[in-house]
């Protein structure tokens, strides 16, 4: 395999290990914060998750599943 290939195939490698950390930071940051919202109109039970799709006309779609207990007054901080 000759010097050019090899440097495209490992830069594909690098390129791709970068999406896959940047989703999961995007995912674990997005998860924080609605976390944190939520809980200012509800008692959450549970661990809440987010997942973020890409659709086939390149919208994404973002699922979010959480589960409360208790709707409270809102707290303003």
Known sequence: ???????????????????ITAYEGLTKALESDIKTLLSYYM???GDLSVNIDVLEEG???INIFAKAVNI?????V
């Open 1 to 19: 395999m000759n010097e050019s290939k090899m440097m495209a195939k490992r830069l594909k490698r690098v390129l791709l290990q970068d999406k």
């Open 72 to 76: 409270n007054a809102p707290q303003i």
């Open 59 to 61: 919208n994404y779609q």
């Open 43 to 45: 008692t959450l039970s």
